[in-house]
């Protein structure tokens, strides 16, 4: 049969591998020799299950929203990633590879972040962990996410403000495997999406498969079905969509529809619409669709999110768009922010701006009556406060 998950060498379709400079080649190689086995051991298990329960909050809750689902004519099932510890889904993965950090011997952690919540989150499990943390951030999104900064800082860690490029992910991600090149021995860089040189979009996706485990049972527990029809998530790299499909990933009953950033809109210039616009190439270690110039220079995303402000895409959500398993959806920064206002008002729920995102593909969606879609609401939108003011009532 065939399977939309990574093969040994971490190809899905063309997409993935491993391009990474020499200096890299021996930590990559350690990491891909170890993550299985390690995630595997009823040691790493028991700690990565005790850990997401009772410090991480998990199983998040499968919410019904009823006037959301009135509003859109389908029974819509909110995934409640937005209650873990630290706002949003990032954590389940930080979790998992600071415990595979310590079991291959590493003491010191670095990370890249956008909207910072990588950065929080990988601050704040080294902080329980007592290892030492760098992060790496654009100047841009140390700017408009200021909150996190202070979080990270207070929990320990040291930001590194980015000053290359626009400012903002790829080039904190750039900085990352920069400082990785010139540590390699004693440096574990946590990836926060399912992007990068394999094994980690395949491992980022595993360690987020939680989500989509928890979905089955609370599914069933719910409608009496452990499967739903439609599952939608917003993706920037593409982990909170690869944990909320990953049990479904080769379930053709369950049709997929990821939303990523179309910024101002897909032909102005100023957007991360990478399904929409990109071409095959590789950035950070994997080929994927890249944004890019006809003579393969990476272009400058934007997206009033800082979460999807990235111009590439993890290789699992590539091969899905191209083998027409998923269908990925650009959503502008107004659509985005519309849905924002819209949940908030109709559930009470103030969602992340990334999350936005995947709530804005709603009014683009034709859904039967009985449908019954569970939408991940992979943050909340306490970092997004000030963007969402600036536009209220607007
Ligand atoms: C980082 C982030 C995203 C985008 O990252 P993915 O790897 O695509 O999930 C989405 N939502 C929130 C709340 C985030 O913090």
């Known amino acids: 049969m065939e399977t939309f998950l990574a093969n040994e060498e971490g190809y899905y379709g063309q997409f993935g591998g491993a391009y990474v400079p020499e200096i890299l080649h021996a930590s990559v190689e350690a990491l891909r020799q170890s993550y299985l086995p390690i995630i595997r051991s009823e040691e790493f298990l028991t700690e990565y299950r005790s850990l997401l329960r009772d410090y991480v909050g998990r199983p998040s809750p499968l919410y019904f929203a009823k006037r959301l689902s009135e509003r859109y004519g389908a029974k819509i099932y909110l995934k409640r990633e937005d209650l873990n510890h630290t706002g949003a889904h990032k954590i389940n993965n930080t979790v998992g590879q600071i415990l595979i950090a310590r079991k291959m011997g590493k003491r010191r952690i670095i990370a890249e972040t956008g909207a910072g919540q990588h950065g929080v989150a990988t601050a704040t499990i080294c902080a329980l962990m007592d290892m030492e943390c760098v992060v790496y951030m654009g100047e841009t999104d140390v700017l408009r996410q200021r909150a996190n900064v202070e979080k990270m800082r207070m929990l320990g860690a040291k930001v590194v403000p980015v000053l290359s490029g626009n400012r903002t992910l790829?080039?904190?991600?750039?900085?990352?495997?920069?400082?990785?090149c010139c540590h390699p021995s004693d440096t574990f860089y946590i990836i926060g999406s399912t992007v990068g040189p394999h094994p980690y979009p395949?491992?980022?996706?595993?360690?987020?498969?939680?989500?989509?485990?928890?979905?089955?049972?609370?599914?069933?527990?719910?409608?009496?079905?452990?499967?739903?029809?439609?599952?939608?998530?917003?993706v920037g790299g593409g982990s909170n969509a690869a944990g909320t499909i990953y049990h479904y990933i080769d379930d053709p009953r369950v049709r997929i529809v990821l939303a990523e950033a179309g910024g101002l809109g897909v032909d102005s210039g100023k957007t991360a619409a990478t399904i929409a616009l990109g071409q095959v190439g590789i950035l950070h270690g994997a080929k994927s669709y890249v944004i890019q110039s006809p003579d393969g220079q990476i272009e400058e995303p934007y997206s009033?999110?800082?979460?999807?402000?990235?111009?590439?895409?993890?290789?699992?959500?590539?091969?899905?768009?191209?083998?027409?398993?998923?269908?990925?959806?650009?959503?502008?920064?107004?659509?985005?922010?519309?849905?924002?206002?819209?949940?908030?008002?109709?559930?009470?729920?103030?969602?992340?701006?990334?999350?936005?995102?995947?709530?804005?593909?709603?009014?683009?969606?034709?859904?039967?009556?009985?449908?019954?879609?569970?939408?991940?609401?992979?943050?909340?939108?306490?970092?997004?406060?000030?963007?969402?003011?600036?536009?209220?009532?607007?």
């Open 170 to 180: 790829k080039d904190a991600t750039n900085e990352a495997i920069r400082d990785w």
């Open 202 to 234: 395949d491992m980022v996706a595993r360690l987020q498969s939680v989500i989509s485990e928890e979905i089955k049972s609370q599914l069933l527990e719910k409608t009496g079905r452990d499967y739903p029809d439609t599952l939608m998530a917003c």
């Open 304 to 394: 009033i999110s800082a979460g999807l402000d990235y111009p590439g895409i993890g290789p699992m959500h590539a091969n899905l768009s191209e083998k027409g398993r998923g269908k990925v959806i650009p959503v502008n920064d107004d659509e985005a922010l519309n849905a924002a206002f819209e949940l908030t008002r109709l559930e009470g729920i103030i969602p992340a701006l990334e999350s936005a995102h995947a709530l804005g593909a709603l009014p683009k969606m034709n859904f039967r009556p009985d449908e019954i879609v569970v939408l991940t609401v992979s943050g909340r939108g306490d970092k997004d406060m000030d963007t969402y003011l600036k536009h209220f009532g607007k």
